[in-house]
């Protein structure tokens, strides 16, 4: 990796442009994953270069895939239907999606595949997912403690099972729901709340039969085993977590005007815009239109005053990533901006909330800490600080974007994990306006 040890980012003049978002994350992984797992071949516009997919680039290769890029977000897998046994651990880096749906992927397998990741991927739970996929059959054995990385999977024949999620989590679904694929009988998970609907859309794009039905405030999906799929053509979307980095820097910097373009709005995704708006913030989307089977839209954000609000707890689910760029635009609102419900934000790529709440502290920001929370006050923000990272993109791309707008330099340590969602994310910003060196 190219970028340095320390990021600091100093108060910017107005930020103006308009800028693509990167590829989906989310998305690019399953694109992979599918790809690998279908019959034929199939081709990938818009793929995210970060070292996640890069990861699970590896990973569809080393299982048996013919991965190939032929340019910059245009890649081809030829899958044979199947999975086969690695001849290495298979390093996931720092990609909590990637290994959770590969170990679903797997199961339904005759394979053996020890999967492993990087620090903070090894502190990272792990059986919420093969919970799930050793009651279906697949057999799990942790190398070191368990719950955590590495772990050897072992597949096999599966079977069904019915499943009630307890968190709304698009990992732990979309695990099982790939595993579901090779068990016998009909697998269904009830999500009391939803979540993420990218692998149930995408299985239906690679052929697959998928049953959603809408039940209260969640739904039931229901995949019924044996199912084959076929190789088809993905074009990836623009990251909504990605695009809010340089929108809530638009919306924090005076005088700024931002545009992001092609950035997806699945519902499930893109409640982010919704908060903002709530809290006063000038965002217009424009150009709505279908592409790869998502809508997406050009995100315009304006500097505004914004003002803080009771995010609502129903929200939590469809912005779970936004909640460290969310704090970092409430820091600069009027009043306090409350959010809760949202403790699954500790077991991310770090503990989201210890880490934002230390960080905004850091930086002269009044904030409250709750098990399952926090409360940020807003007003000016001082800034003048160094900002501990845990390696994590998310954490690193929020402190640079609140010192844009703070009094003094905000400095992150380790900032090498941006690479990971946002390739080229200083340039990008730089481009815009802003100083970050
Ligand atoms: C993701 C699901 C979410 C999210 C992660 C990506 C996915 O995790 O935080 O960044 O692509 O399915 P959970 O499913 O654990 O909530």
Sequence with gaps: MS?????????????????????????????????????????IDGLLEGDDILATAR????????????????????????????????DCGNAGTGVRLLMGAVAGYPV???????????????????GPLASMGARFDWKLDEDRLPVEVKGGKLTAIDYVQSVASAQIKSAILLAALNAS??????????SRDHTERMLVAFG?????QEVGEGWVIALEGGQSLRGTSVSVPGDPSSA?????????????????????????????????????????ITNRQMAGGEE??????????????????????????????????????EGQTVMRGIGEMRVKESDR???????????GVEVEEEPEGFVVTGGPVKGGATVDTAHDHRIAMSHLVLGLAAEHPVAVRDPEMIATSFPGFVALMNGLGAKIA
Excluded at 112 to 129: A, E, I, Q, W, Y
Excluded at 185 to 194: A, D, F, Q, V
Aim: glycine share 8%; with cysteine; aromatic share 6%.
């Design 112 to 130: 053996n595949v020890t999967f492993d990741g990087d620090v903070s991927l090894r502190k990272r739970p792990m059986k919420r997912v093969t």
């Design 296 to 333: 997406v839209g050009d995100v315009t954000a304006r500097y505004s005053r914004l003002k803080g609000i009771v995010v609502p707890e129903m929200r939590a689910a469809a912005m779970i990533d936004e909640y460290p760029v969310l704090a970092a635009t409430a820091a600069f609102a």
């Design 59 to 90: 990973a569809m290769a080393s299982l048996g895939a013919k991965v190939e890029k032929f340019g910059q977000g245009h890649w081809k897998v030829t899958g044979k239907g199947r999975l086969q046994s690695p001849n290495d651990t298979i």
């Design 185 to 194: 009988g009909t697998t269904r998970i009830t999500e009391p709340e939803k």
């Design 244 to 284: 809010a980095f340089p929108l809530a820097a638009a919306l924090i910097v005076p005088g700024s005007e931002v545009t992001v373009e092609g950035v997806m709005l699945n519902p499930l995704r893109a409640a982010l815009f919704d908060t903002w708006i709530d809290m006063g913030a000038d965002l217009t």
């Design 353 to 363: 909330i210890a880490l934002m709440v230390a960080g905004l502290r850091a930086c």
């Design 3 to 43: 970028e340095s040890k320390t990021f600091i980012a100093s108060p910017s003049p107005s930020l103006k442009g308009a800028v693509k978002a990167p590829g989906d994350k989310s998305i690019s992984h399953r694109s992979l994953i599918f790809g690998a797992m279908a019959e034929g071949v199939t081709e």
């Design 208 to 212: 697959a039969k998928v049953d959603v």
